[in-house]
């Protein structure tokens, strides 16, 4: 799962941004900045209920594609994700995962002998304190469990919004929106919530996606970034949302057949 730009220093930056914006909207006598649909999307209401309604009929229960067997596993293995492939982690975390699934174990292990299961994941020595340090703040200010917010998921090491927003969905079934490079790029290439950074682009399809579709949205719009609208080639001739897009470079209009739901 690569990420537009590392999480640490880039995600805490635009967070203090977008906090000194929230504060500025709420001084006294600031007026509440209002933006139309138009300002949000290239969308009517309509298409982006359609968009996700297809999405849907495509992939009924989409999944993430990390192997992760509690809440623990996941926080380490999306923290490990960033700026590699959810193929290479897995392959890396498989037997990891058997010795080590909890904060105390993890410990137990220790620094070297975790790079010696994560060498091939690029980054690997800063990724290994990272998953050492978490683990150690697990135990002493979490009692060992994961929290279920947000803002204590980002006081981990090596844990930004975007795997906070993963975790919440994935192991506690909070609707978020995990704006990874896929997600980042659909939402700029088909005019669907066009940012010029993750949290823009998160807000915008927060704002625009169809509450019953949303717990679904950020998983369908990674798997369809994934393997349909690829960044070199997109496979417009299979795509299912082909006759709606707005994307400019598009190679097709039809959409490929769906059945009806």
């Known amino acids: 799962m690569k990420t537009p730009k590392p999480e640490s220093s880039t995600e805490n930056w635009e967070m203090s941004n977008a906090a000194r914006r929230r504060k500025a909207a709420s001084a006294p006598g600031a007026k509440p900045k209002r933006r139309s649909r138009k300002a949000l999307t290239a969308y009517s209401e ?8 297809r999405f849907a009929v495509a992939r009924p229960e989409p999944k993430g594609e990390l192997e992760h067997v509690n809440p623990f596993t996941l926080v380490v293995a999306v923290a490990l994700s960033a700026q590699a492939t959810d193929v290479g982690v897995n392959r890396a975390t498989r037997e990891l ?19 010696g299961h994560i060498r091939t994941i690029g980054l690997y020595r800063n990724k290994a304190k990272n998953v050492i340090a978490l683990s150690e703040k697990l135990i002493r200010d979490f009692g060992g469990e994961v929290p279920r917010t947000r803002e204590a998921l980002m006081t981990l090491p090596g844990v930004g919004r975007k795997t906070a927003n993963v975790v919440l969905s994935m192991a506690f079934g909070v609707p978020t929106m995990a704006v990874d490079t896929h997600v980042f790029r659909l939402g700029n290439r088909l005019k669907l919530a ?9 807000d ?18 990674i798997l ?19 006759d709606l897009c707005k994307f400019e470079g598009k190679t097709a209009s039809i959409p490929f057949p769906l059945p009806e739901g």
């Open 46 to 53: 309509a298409e982006i209920r359609e968009i996700f309604r």
């Open 97 to 115: 995962f058997q010795i080590a699934d909890t904060p105390q174990k993890m410990l137990d292990l220790g620094e070297e002998r975790l790079i």
């Open 194 to 202: 066009p940012g010029k950074t993750p949290d823009e682009v998160e």
């Open 204 to 221: 915008r399809l927060m704002a625009i996606i169809p509450e019953d579709y949303l717990f679904h949205a950020h998983h369908w719009l």
């Open 224 to 242: 369809h970034g994934r393997y349909v609208c690829k960044a070199r080639r997109p496979e417009c001739e299979i795509c299912v949302i082909a």
